[in-house]
């Protein structure tokens, strides 16, 4: 795109340059990342001001520069660049005509299931669905402009922190394939209750056009419940009889990897997946009805999902040490249903062994942020996890939850911080030992990376 065109769709103004200076390369925020040709957006951030390395920028490469201020470089100024990056996105999915849009979003398994869905679809042709969470108002439309002419499928994740967030960024990229995975108990300190997820979530299916398809969990009421909002071909997924693309005779073997035989328009064929956890059932069928329903064969289907492996780090990584101690790195981020779903892999994997969950704070959760956490350390008591650690003391009353089961044998301990919980694990580990670790972005990794081996986490 010239700059002239990047000014006329973000409502800027070119200076220090030809309006007919052409953009060739990628977009990018980091000026460490960009590359020849590139556009550089500066951000006016509250420890770092962007546009201090324009020249920096430049001189690496990029083309021009994106700014709220005139930087004495090539570019467009605009007036907000949040906006102008939103509207660029905008510009150039509108520009790919070949381009499928794939859109989803859930309370618990987005990052993972777009994960699987980028590793399916990229059996049919080039596919973006770049590693990590880049959901929200920068991460999206950052997403949508890795695009190219070749570009076949682009897989975006949607989050949302309250009504009308989800429907922003599917105006921003009109998806024709809309996956809503769940509705659980994640940021009710926004939406109030499991009834206002609902509603933000099912923004996406609004969006989606008639020709377009809705793939939604038939096992969960409220996101099957959304059929009825959406004008698009309804795909229900899941082990419900009522499921178009269902899984029946679920098996999850000692490693805590499910199997299942998948059946889709009369047909069957036999998934043994190389990931672990219970949950991931549902992730691969959500998976598997976008692959469906944009003509991969059911036989490929259920082979693909056999080599699906985890791409964005720090989301069920399971990693067995020399001296034989399981650990299951699940601490990106944390719910209730999605430190629930851990806790059965938790139970699974550790059959017969000794198992210890590290939990860290859940956020988010508002007036329900107690009884949230309470309710955790019910189920890892009721599931007979041997060790609960509670991680700051935020997180406390999981301990108290697990303390009010009745019967329970296994030890609850309050760890002040995570340097605390790395010396009580340290302190007591063994040969067969499974351990979890999971918390929301709060640094519960740290756990994770004292427990790796040394040449691991090098």
């Known amino acids: 795109m010239t700059l002239a065109e990047i000014a006329e769709c973000t409502g800027g103004r070119v200076v220090n340059a030809e309006p007919g200076l052409e953009v060739t390369g990628g977009v990018e925020y980091d000026s460490r990342k960009i590359g020849p040709g590139g556009l550089f957006v500066a951000f006016e951030g509250e420890k770092v001001d962007g546009h201090l390395f324009a020249g920096k920028a430049v001189a690496a490469g990029a083309a021009a520069v994106l700014s709220t ?14 906006a102008a ?3 660029l996105a905008s510009a150039v999915v509108g520009r790919l005509g070949e381009l499928t849009v794939v859109g989803l979003t859930g309370s618990s398994g987005k990052t993972t299931t777009k994960d699987y869905i980028g590793q399916l679809l990229s059996r049919l042709g080039p596919t973006i669905a770049p ?18 002419t070749e570009t076949r499928f682009l897989v975006l994740e949607m989050g949302a922190r309250g009504i ?7 105006e921003i990229a009109r998806p024709q394939v809309g996956v809503v995975l769940n509705v659980g108990a994640a940021h009710l300190g926004e939406f109030g209750s499991v009834e206002g997820t609902a509603r933000a979530k099912g923004e996406l299916v609004e969006a989606l056009p008639e020709s377009g398809v809705a793939i939604l969990n038939a096992d969960d009421p409220l996101v099957a419940g959304m059929a009825p909002r959406t004008r698009a071909r309804v795909l229900l997924v899941g082990e419900a009889e009522r499921a178009a693309v269902r899984a029946t005779d679920v098996v999850v073997d000692g490693a805590g990897r499910p199997s299942y035989r998948l059946h889709w328009d009369g047909k069957t064929g036999n998934v043994r ?29 259920a082979e693909a999902l056999g080599e699906v492996g985890i791409v964005s780090g720090r989301r069920m990584d399971v990693f067995t040490r020399p001296d034989g101690v399981t650990v299951i790195d699940d601490s990106y981020n944390a719910n209730p249903s999605s430190t629930t779903a851990a806790l059965h892999a938790l139970a699974a994997m550790g059959a017969g062994r000794r198992t210890t969950a590290v939990l860290g704070y859940m956020a988010e959760l508002g007036p329900h942020e107690r009884s949230g956490h309470e309710e955790v350390g019910r189920v890892a008591a009721e599931l007979g996890v041997d060790r609960l650690v509670a991680v700051a003391p935020e997180a406390g009353p999981i301990v108290d939850g ?7 044998t296994g030890q609850a301990l309050r760890a002040a911080d ?11 580990l063994r ?11 709060y640094r519960t990794w740290d756990v994770v990376d004292a427990l790796r081996p040394e040449e691991e986490s090098r």
């Open 85 to 87: 990056l939103a509207a």
């Open 273 to 301: 997946l190389r990931v672990a956890g219970r949950h991931q059932v549902a992730n691969t069928l959500a998976a598997a009805g976008v692959a469906l329903s944009l003509g991969m064969s059911a036989e490929d289907v």
């Open 431 to 441: 040969d067969g030992d499974v351990v979890l670790v999971k918390g929301s972005r």
């Open 164 to 170: 009308g967030h989800i429907r922003y960024l599917t």
């Open 402 to 408: 697990a303390q009010a089961v009745e019967g329970w």
């Open 131 to 148: 590693a990590g969470s880049l959901n929200n108002e920068l991460g999206f439309p950052y997403t949508v402009l890795q695009a190219t």
């Open 69 to 82: 201020r005139d930087t004495g470089e090539p570019g467009v100024v605009v007036a907000e660049p949040l």
């Open 418 to 428: 995570q340097a605390a919980a790395i010396e009580i694990l340290e302190g007591d």
